[in-house]
């Protein structure tokens, strides 16, 4: 299998969660080697890890993520498109640590305090890592001081605060708040089921993601 291919092949268990060999997950793919073992091939191959990290993780969560924005797969394809994708990069790890893949940034990802839903905060933060960038999961239920110690260690970080209840939505406006009275030149973008552009404005964030995708759109944007 020559380079190309099999950076297209590894793309493709990406995107239809394809984890290794074993997974019996999709039932097409059966038998076939999945991410973890194509990710080990091409490294072993001599594929640059950063081409492996562009030209196939990216690429792979860049349709995934189009898909699911046009409602054309659903949580639990993504999570599955996300865990092949996580396979692969536990082969890339070590070189983000050594420095020789450069990540296109930092970003901290939280559920805001009182409210203990997950699932949509991780998609996020599973798709802007499979996009590139260095994700830090505070987890769920972050008050505005988890969040501000998480800026301090990480100045140049991007911010995404969660919200799944209509009841934590003034605990998201309380943070935001507390953040930009301390860090006035964080970017903070919010997400979740009841919050929308206009809270944005209101509560002073500076990005709204209704879906991964967007907030990838919005990280991009950031460092273009």
């Given at each position: 299998?020559?380079q190309?291919e099999?950076?297209?092949?590894?793309?493709?268990?990406v995107?239809f969660?394809?984890?290794?060999?074993?997974?019996p997950y999709p039932?097409?793919?059966?038998g076939?080697d999945?991410?973890?073992?194509?990710?080990?091939q091409?490294?072993?191959?001599?594929i640059?890890?950063?081409?492996?990290?562009?030209?196939?993780?990216i690429?792979?969560?860049?349709?995934?993520?189009?898909?699911?924005?046009?409602?054309?797969?659903f949580?639990?394809?993504?999570?599955?498109?996300?865990?092949?994708?996580?396979?692969a990069m536990?082969?890339?790890?070590?070189?983000?640590?050594?420095?020789?893949?450069?990540?296109?940034?930092k970003?901290i990802?939280?559920?805001?305090?009182?409210?203990?839903?997950?699932?949509?905060?991780?998609?996020?933060?599973m798709?802007?890592?499979?996009?590139g960038?260095?994700?830090i999961?505070?987890?769920?239920?972050?008050?505005?001081?988890?969040?501000?110690?998480?800026?301090?260690?990480n100045?140049?970080?991007?911010?995404?605060?969660?919200?799944?209840l209509?009841?934590t939505?003034?605990?998201?406006?309380?943070?935001?708040g507390e953040i930009?009275a301390?860090?006035?030149?964080?970017?903070?973008?919010?997400?979740?089921?009841?919050?929308?552009?206009?809270?944005r404005?209101?509560?002073?964030?500076?990005?709204?993601?209704?879906?991964?995708?967007s907030?990838?759109a919005?990280l991009?944007?950031?460092?273009a």
């Open positions: 299998m020559g190309n099999l950076l297209q092949k590894l793309a493709e268990c995107e969660g394809k984890v290794n060999k074993t997974a039932p097409a793919m059966k076939q999945g991410a973890d073992e194509l990710t080990r091409a490294l072993e191959m001599g640059k890890p950063s081409e492996i990290l562009n030209d196939a993780l690429f792979a969560m860049d349709k995934v993520g189009e898909k699911f924005s046009q409602k054309k797969i949580v639990p394809q993504m999570l599955i498109s996300a865990k092949a994708m996580n396979t536990e082969h890339l790890k070590p070189y983000f640590q050594s420095g020789e893949v450069k990540r296109k940034g970003f990802i939280g559920t805001v305090s009182g409210d203990l839903h997950d699932i949509g905060k991780n998609l996020v933060a798709i802007v890592e499979g996009a960038w260095e994700v999961d505070l987890g769920v239920d972050v008050d505005a001081g988890k969040f501000k110690t998480a800026i301090g260690e100045p140049d970080a991007v911010v995404g605060l969660s919200a799944l209509t009841t939505m003034p605990n998201m406006q309380k943070i935001v930009k301390q860090y006035p030149n964080v970017k903070l973008i919010i997400g979740g089921a009841p919050v929308n552009d206009e809270f404005s209101e509560i002073g964030a500076d990005g709204y993601s209704p879906d991964p995708q907030a990838v919005y991009n944007a950031l460092v």
